[in-house]
Each structure stands twice: as structure tokens, then as C-alpha cells.
């Protein structure tokens, strides 16, 4: 229904942007915009999953040692990943087993698809000399740029052939090494897109009915945030295809998550104080107008909080997290266009009719002024400093469980929720061979010093000595380097088979004149774990300055931005230690892979303050007309409901990462989704809120404010225990000054 034709005072200039966005004609030039971008982006967003590297170079450090193996070995042949076949019986392998076993090989001899080099198979090879018990067999498969793509329609190719499982017999057949790994690796993240999206969805439908109670406002959102999604797929794409961007499968999940949960929060909150303006205005125009005007520049501020700390990832040396800075601070940048544009449009397109069944008049009265979140500030307002004292050793109890974190890495065996082949393979492949097999270590080096570098590493502990394979003279060679293999006596993935990389490269580097290099899938999880302990170490304190200078610019003041980062640290080590509680004695998991502990920290910092943005942006505004303790109530009071609400989805959208059948994920999603409530029901709305009333107008210095709200704002003591504020002061601009011209 269109508004009354009433006459409405001219926008002041400050508004001049607002108005662009939601005006009586610039709002359909801004949906004719949009509507050009999604036809535009649509058709690149879905070229995105094809454009995704996930080989091993995407993933590791740029100049770790097992990174300049891969490239060196790169001139030796083509990159070859091997799956292992393991045949076993208990009881010892039979003549029809062996008979099968054969039929099989040379069945796998004659494949030539999806990178399979049949010819080159190896085995089988036996456990030992008489009455085996065991074979296992070498298939090699080519990982050139689409490797990732089809190791999993190459594992199920040598499946289809020897079948998978224990029949009925008692043959126990398994497809295993890296080869079968990596294949169900790819199958745990194909569909993941779209897995994603409708879990995502499914979350922010179900959230924004329960939050607006109107079937009809939540597609509004729903529509705004797909558009963002749909536009940052496109830009990424075009990125990775033209300009080196790498999108691996992690980046391009954390991204749709990212976009849903970041869009939907700011979404919630322009639509919070639309509706109070909705109330106080007749035009809804004039009500979009001021309502993007007063929220959006917190808004504004937390997103470019997002995405200054995503950009704070390029300092990584893992290429995965380095590469997942730019996606993320892609997405939510596109994410905060669209709700500062697209959703304001739309919005007043569509008009009051939208928030059906409860539509906001203008002239009716305010919930939120006497809602539950008034009152729980009135009561916080009694005691604040006992409130928060108590508050943060709760929090501070809660960080003990930090003692549980183990932050070492995941075993193969223990990425999976569940227990696919290749776990079951490995298993057994490891009860009759050397442990390591079909996962060896890959030396490079010199051609002159090759004898001597071969007997050092087979003379290493840990290192099979009869795995060196062929003669030296026999080893490929390329430009004047030699290229060769040894098995580990141990897991692969285990911490032994890691120190005894580390062993084999002291002492390969001790050779005079070879410049050994030693790599393989082992020495990776070293380089890969040496590589997060540097980004942990550079990267955290760097997202805390960038976060902290975002606030200070923000506020205009150092006291409140220093508290509200102690605030957020409190908080992720409390997120931390109860996370690492519940996957020791809830979920079982037996660790967390070495990167968690940093990209729970930054999704935590960077999106945690954005809740803090909008309560202290809000409580800044109100302390300009009635002093900072009555700002704190009356703040509270007005983004209460709206913030929790925020938190609500942001955390469900975490949630479903814990969909995946990964562990990873699993942990990332958990502790994230735990750290955004404990940020909405207890560090916002208890920690912050009481840790404000305490201090009072201080928390504002050196700002005017700080001296404004002491002199004149009835405010009590700083001790905060002497009952509510007082009356409200004056606003310091004058009666005339416009509420959050600040």
C-alpha cells in the first residue's frame, strides 16, 4: 500500500548517500543495477567449483622444503599419486585368492582412464616369502591441474575392479594409500557447494521467521544475500581464472558461509532500526533514509572490521589460509554492498506491507523500550561492577579447558566423521607391511653425491633400509639431479614417521655438496605444521591492531575500544576451552587440526566485534542526549533483541559446517558457532554493558564526550553501585542536534 502524500522535511546533507540508495526514483535505478550484475555474474558464479586448486602446492607453504620438491620432481616425471589395493586374510591367502589377486593386476594393468597409468602398476607384493597373508598392489595415478578432480572417479575405477570390503570368503579388499585418501577426501567435499548453501539457507529461513514472525519479510534478505553470494562467486572466479587468485574447497565453503552469515546479521540489524524509524516516521522513504544514516555507518565499520582481518591472512605462509584471506574479504565486501544497496531498496519498494502480520504505523509505540532487554540493563545498572567481575571469571573459568586443546593435527584416520575404505584399507595394510607404504619419502639430490645421500637416509632411523628401490644408476635423473623413494617404518601421518623426517633431513643436509631436499606427503604435515605455528604467531596480533585501530577510528576514544578487545580475547579463550572440552568428552575427536586455533580466532575477532560495533555505535548516540549509564540502558535496550537475533544466525550458519563428513570443519564450525553466542548472550549483553556502567563516561576518553557526559549527565559514581542513572543531561550539540550526528 502506498504512503499518505505527506510533505516531509528535507534530508540534511549527511543523508545525501542514504538517500541515493532508497529515494522515490534512485531506488529502482539501484534494483535496475543489481538485476544487471546477478544476469552478469550468474553464469561465471557457477564456473567456480571448476576453477577451485586443491592439489597439494595450493594447500602447503610457498618455500618449504616439500613444496621445492614438488616442483623439482615436476622435471623427473609427472606428479603421481599412488593408491595401494591390500588384499588380506587373516588365516593366509589362499590359491583362488591368489589366482584372484592376479586376475585383478592385470585387469588394473589395462586401465587408461582419468589418469590411471595402468602399465605402470606394480605388484602384487606379498608380506612375506611363504604363506602370506597379505598383497598389495601399486596403481599410480597422474595429479596434473585436474587431478583433484578425477582421483575420485580413478579410485572407483580400480574399485569397480577389485571390489571393496570383505567377501563373503573372508578376502578383505581395500583401495588405500594416498590415492584412495585423497579420493575420499574428494568425495567428503563434492557437493559441498551445494550442501552448503541449502543447510545455510535452511538455517537463515527458520532463524528469520522466529525473529521477524512474518512469512513474507524473510525472503527479502533471503533474496539479497543469494544476489551477494552469486556476484562474489563471479568476482572470485574470475580472479582464480585470470589473475592467480587460489581457491581451494576450503576457502570456497567458508566463503558461502561467510556471505549467508555476515549478510543476514547486517540485514537484521538495518531492518531493526528501519522499523523504529517506520514507527516515528509517515514516509518510508524518509524512515529507510535515516535509519541507513544512523546504522549504517556501524555497519559500514564492521563490515570493513571483516574484511581488513580476512586481508590480514595474506601475511600467512600456508598457502590455503593465505589464499582464503582475499575470498572471505571478497565476499563480505560484496555481502555489505548489497545490504547498504539491494536490501534498503528493495525495503522500500515493497513497502509496510512486508512486515505482515505486525506492521509498524507510524505513532505506535516501541517494544523494545520496556522489553526483556530494558529490564535486564535496568538490573545490571544495580550492581555493574559485581556483575562484571563475576561475569569474567565465569569466562575466565570456562578458558581452563584450553588445557584440552590439542592442536597437533589430524591423522588420516581421524579427518573422517565417519570410516571410509581407504581408513579401513590403511588399517590393514599396516598390520602386514611397513606402515608407511605406498606413502614414501621423495628425496631430490645432486647425481654426483647420489650413493651417499641413499645409504644416509637408509641408515636413518625410521626409514625401511631395503625400500630405496632400484640401483642408484637406475634412478630417474634431470639436469644433473637424481630423484628417489624411501619407506617409512611408520604411519605415514603419525608424529614417529614426522620425526623421522626430521631426522632424515638433518641428516641429508650434512652431505657435502648434495643439496638434498627431502619431501613426500610427511614431510608436508611438517612444513605444513612449522608454517601455522609462524601464521598463528603473526597473524593473531595482527588482527587484534587492525580490529582495535578500526575501533578507535570508530569511537573517537582509546579507553573503549581497549576494553571491548579484552573483551573479545576473554571470550575466544573461553570459546576455546569449552570447545576443546566437548570434542574430548562429547564428541571424541581425537584432536584439532594445527590451523584451528587461528581461523577460530578470526572468524571469532573479526565477526564477535561486530556486535560490540553496533551496541557501543548505538549507546555513543544515546549518550550525546542523556549521558553514557542511561546510553547503556537505553542501547541495550533498543539492539538487544536485534543482536541476538543476529547471533543467532550467524551461529547457525557456523553450525552447518559440522554437516561435512570432516572433523575440520566439524571443529571449526562447533567452536565458532559457541564463541558468537557467548559474544551475543553473555559478552555483549552482561560483560560489556556492565563493564560500561561501571566506568561511565570515562570509557569515552579522550573524547569531549568523556568530560561532557561526567559534568552533566547524572551519572553517580564510577563505582556504579548506587542505583540507576540519573536524569539525562542535554545534548552537547543543543536541543537542534540530530540524534547520532556524532
Known sequence: MADPPLRTPRAAPSQGAARLVCGRRSKWVVL???????????????KLTGAQDNDAA?????????????????????????????????????????????????????????????????????????????AEVFVPITMDESGWERIGPAVDSIRAVTGTGTVADGLAVHVTGPGGTSADFSEAFEGIDSTLLLAALSVVVVMLLLTYRSPTLLLVPVVAVITALTAAQAVIYLLAAHAGLTVNGQSAGILLVLVFGAGTDYALLLVARYREELRRHQDRHEAMALALHRAGPAVLASGATVVLGMLVLLAAEMNSTRGLGPVAAIGVAIALAAMLTLFPAL???????????????????????????????????????????????????????????????????????????????????EEYFPAGSGDPLVVVANLPQARAVGETVAATEGVAPDSLGVPPGSRPVHEGR??????????ADSEAAKATVERVRDAVHEVPGADALVGGGTAALVD??????????????????????VLIALLRALIAPLLLIGTVVLSFAAALGLSALAFRYVFDYAGESTDFPLFVFVFLVALGIDYNI?????????????????????GLAATGAVITSAGLVLAGTF?????????????????????????????????????????GGRVWWPHPLSRE??????????????????????APDGPGAERGDS
Open 32 to 46: 535496475g543495477l543489481w538485476a544487471v550484475v546477478l544476469l552478469l555474474a550468474f553464469p561465471l558464479a557457477q
Open 58 to 134: 595450493s594447500w602447503l607453504p610457498g618455500n618449504a622444503e616439500s613444496t621445492q620438491v614438488l616442483q623439482e620432481a615436476e622435471g623427473f616425471r609427472p606428479e603421481i599419486i599412488p593408491a595401494v589395493v591390500v588384499y588380506a586374510r587373516a588365516d593366509g591367502l589362499t590359491a583362488a585368492d591368489r589366482v584372484r589377486i592376479a586376475e585383478d593386476t592385470a585387469e588394473i594393468r589395462r586401465l587408461d582412464e582419468h589418469g590411471i597409468r595402468g602399465a605402470e602398476t606394480r605388484g602384487p607384493f606379498f608380506d612375506r616369502a611363504t604363506d602370506p597373508r597379505a
Open 347 to 429: 525495503l522500500v519498494v515493497l513497502g509496510r506491507w512486508v512486515f505482515w502480520p505486525v506492521v509498524p504505523h507510524a505513532g505506535t509505540p516501541e517494544p523494545t523500550e520496556n522489553g526483556v532487554w530494558a529490564r535486564t540493563g535496568r538490573r545490571i545498572a544495580r550492581r555493574p561492577r559485581a556483575v562484571w567481575g563475576v561475569t569474567a571469571v565465569v569466562l575466565a573459568v570456562f578458558s581452563l579447558g584450553l588445557t584440552q586443546l590439542r592442536a597437533e593435527g589430524l591423522s588420516n584416520a581421524d579427518a573422517f566423521t565417519g570410516t571410509p575404505d581407504s581408513i579401513t584399507g590403511q588399517a590393514v595394510l
Open 482 to 491: 637424481v630423484l628417489f623413494e624411501a619407506t617409512l617404518t611408520d604411519p
Open 528 to 549: 605444513m605444521d612449522a608454517a601455522t605455528t609462524h601464521d598463528n604467531r603473526v597473524i593473531i596480533p595482527l588482527v587484534l591492531l587492525v580490529v582495535l585501530l
Open 614 to 634: 553496533f551496541l557501543t555505535t548505538r549507546i555513543r548516540e544515546e549518550a550525546r542526549e542523556s549521558g553514557t549509564r542511561r546510553g547503556v540502558v537505553t
Open 655 to 695: 553450525a552447518v559446517l559440522g554437516t561435512l563428513p570432516l572433523v575440520g570443519f566439524a571443529e571449526i564450525g562447533f567452536a565458532v558457532a559457541l564463541g558468537v553466542l557467548l559474544d551475543t548472550f553473555v559478552v555483549r549483553s552482561v560483560l560489556v554493558t556492565s563493564l560500561f556502567l561501571d566506568i
Open 709 to 730: 557526559d561526567g559534568e552533566g549527565g547524572g551519572n553517580g559514581t564510577a563505582g556504579g553501585d548506587g542505583g540507576e542513572a540519573g536524569p539525562p543531561a542535554p
